[in-house]
């Protein structure tokens, strides 16, 4: 079907959560123009001789900067950074300014949050009502409560879905839309909550039947198996997936954290094991079994990032191995000549470094990759020792 064959359409709707109202745009204005104003006058205090800058003064102190950045070692994590902040900000001001469901007598219409130059990209779609064979809900695939359902429609080819609940109809009062306030865990409180959809609405006057969504839920059968469930065995096979590379390359990798972030590892297994839980609750998995599988995935993700971040941090590195003094005291710490490095504090094969002065001299291999942190390279010191402990063998 092209797009001349719907009539212009009588009700747009914007999707609530992208939506920007005008206080939202003068509030993000004014933090826009108070950021930079403030960025500009703390620079002018502390330089003010930039006012007298010429073009090619200006352009050196640009390249300068750039290959500062482009050197630096949290050079992919600050650009991936960047990155993720344009595309966020981009994509809310598109869905803004462009994202809408257009209904019609003949049809509904789905444009995409792109502008009109890059409408080539086949992300919009569009239904004719009488094409419309079958309309099916599904809860979201991740979903902490029952308004992360998903309509689904059917034609003979195709099919497509969006959320009822979070597209708005910009003339209809405050009090009649949707919020984000609402949770609906129960069939009640859902077709309350689909009462203020106007893409419910205005569908149910076009005779379309929406059986799913008054049907009970299937019913949980009493002997669970997490082996035989298509979600929970898929689940089960992360999990073991997980572990074993985390097993393989923790054994395989010779260089180690300095100071263990223990918060990587924590907060990257809880967001894990969150996303774990919201999948596996809207899939018909019994509490007790979804909640302890996903406290697994969430340890399994915790124990995977410590071998995980170490290759990160390796591949991001931008200028290899660095070879560094370090002193060692009597506690058998190891502290750096440069301020700026870590002080390393050596808890096993004690007799190994027993046999250095105090205050003597010690050169490390050290890596400071894009996320920030340092690693010790431990092949060098571990063939030393294996020469030493060989030594002491023979004596």
């Given at each position: 079907m092209s797009t001349t064959d719907i009539v212009p359409q009588t009700l747009i709707l914007k999707h609530y959560r992208r939506h920007l109202s005008k206080f939202h745009i003068s509030v993000l204005m004014l933090v826009l123009v108070l950021t930079f104003a403030i960025m500009a006058a703390f620079t002018l205090l502390a330089h003010p001789e930039i006012l007298q800058w010429t073009v090619q003064q200006w352009q050196e102190v640009l390249?300068?900067?750039?290959?500062?950045?482009?050197?630096?070692?949290?050079?992919?994590?600050?650009?991936?950074?960047?990155?993720?902040?344009?595309?966020?900000?981009?994509?809310?001001?598109?869905?803004?300014?462009?994202?809408?469901?257009?209904?019609?007598?003949?049809?509904?219409?789905?444009?995409?949050?792109?502008?009109?130059?890059?409408?080539?990209?086949?992300?919009?779609?569009?239904?004719?009502?009488?094409?419309?064979?079958?309309?099916?809900?599904?809860?979201?695939?991740?979903?902490?409560?029952?308004?992360?359902?998903?309509?689904?429609?059917?034609?003979?080819?195709?099919?497509?879905?969006?959320?009822?609940?979070?597209?708005?109809?910009?003339?209809?009062?405050?009090?009649?839309?949707?919020t984000q306030a609402w949770q609906a865990f129960t069939d009640a409180e859902l077709q309350h909550a689909?009462?203020?959809?106007?893409?419910?609405?205005?569908?149910?006057?076009?005779?379309?039947?929406?059986?799913?969504?008054?049907?009970?839920?299937?019913?949980?059968?009493?002997?669970?198996?997490?082996?035989?469930?298509?979600?929970t065995s898929k689940a089960l096979y992360v999990f073991f997936a997980l572990l074993f590379y985390a097993v393989i390359d923790f054994n395989l990798n010779r260089e180690n954290y300095i100071n263990v972030p223990f918060m990587y590892f924590i907060t990257g297994g809880a967001v894990f094991g969150s996303f774990a839980f919201a999948g596996l609750s809207s899939k018909g998995i019994p509490a007790a079994e979804h909640g302890v599988l996903s406290l697994f995935l969430a340890g399994a993700m915790a124990f995977t990032l410590y071998p995980a971040l170490l290759r990160v941090n390796q591949f991001t590195d931008m200028q290899g191995l660095q070879s560094h003094v370090y002193h060692i005291h009597e506690d058998f710490s190891l502290h750096p000549v440069e301020p700026e490095l870590p002080v390393i504090q050596m808890r096993k094969n004690l007799d190994y470094w027993g046999q250095f002065p105090v205050n003597g001299e010690y050169r490390l291999n050290l890596r400071q990759g894009g996320l920030g942190f340092y690693q010790l390279n431990w092949v060098a010191i571990e063939q030393d020792m294996r020469e030493f402990y060989k030594a002491q063998r023979k004596k």
């Amino acid at each position: 079907m092209s797009t001349t064959d719907i009539v212009p359409q009588t009700l747009i709707l914007k999707h609530y959560r992208r939506h920007l109202s005008k206080f939202h745009i003068s509030v993000l204005m004014l933090v826009l123009v108070l950021t930079f104003a403030i960025m500009a006058a703390f620079t002018l205090l502390a330089h003010p001789e930039i006012l007298q800058w010429t073009v090619q003064q200006w352009q050196e102190v640009l390249v300068i900067q750039w290959q500062r950045y482009r050197t630096s070692s949290l050079f992919y994590l600050n650009t991936f950074i960047l990155l993720l902040s344009v595309y966020q900000l981009l994509s809310t001001l598109f869905a803004h300014f462009y994202e809408r469901v257009e209904l019609g007598l003949q049809g509904i219409r789905y444009v995409p949050p792109l502008p009109t130059w890059l409408r080539f990209v086949p992300l919009g779609w569009q239904f004719s009502w009488q094409e419309i064979q079958a309309i099916k809900t599904k809860p979201a695939t991740i979903s902490l409560n029952r308004l992360g359902l998903k309509l689904e429609l059917h034609s003979n080819k195709r099919k497509k879905s969006l959320n009822p609940l979070y597209w708005i109809d910009l003339q209809a009062p405050h009090d009649a839309r949707p919020t984000q306030a609402w949770q609906a865990f129960t069939d009640a409180e859902l077709q309350h909550a689909l009462q203020h959809s106007p893409l419910w609405r205005y569908a149910q006057t076009q005779n379309l039947v929406f059986n799913a969504l008054t049907q009970a839920p299937e019913p949980i059968p009493e002997n669970f198996d997490l082996l035989k469930h298509p979600y929970t065995s898929k689940a089960l096979y992360v999990f073991f997936a997980l572990l074993f590379y985390a097993v393989i390359d923790f054994n395989l990798n010779r260089e180690n954290y300095i100071n263990v972030p223990f918060m990587y590892f924590i907060t990257g297994g809880a967001v894990f094991g969150s996303f774990a839980f919201a999948g596996l609750s809207s899939k018909g998995i019994p509490a007790a079994e979804h909640g302890v599988l996903s406290l697994f995935l969430a340890g399994a993700m915790a124990f995977t990032l410590y071998p995980a971040l170490l290759r990160v941090n390796q591949f991001t590195d931008m200028q290899g191995l660095q070879s560094h003094v370090y002193h060692i005291h009597e506690d058998f710490s190891l502290h750096p000549v440069e301020p700026e490095l870590p002080v390393i504090q050596m808890r096993k094969n004690l007799d190994y470094w027993g046999q250095f002065p105090v205050n003597g001299e010690y050169r490390l291999n050290l890596r400071q990759g894009g996320l920030g942190f340092y690693q010790l390279n431990w092949v060098a010191i571990e063939q030393d020792m294996r020469e030493f402990y060989k030594a002491q063998r023979k004596k």
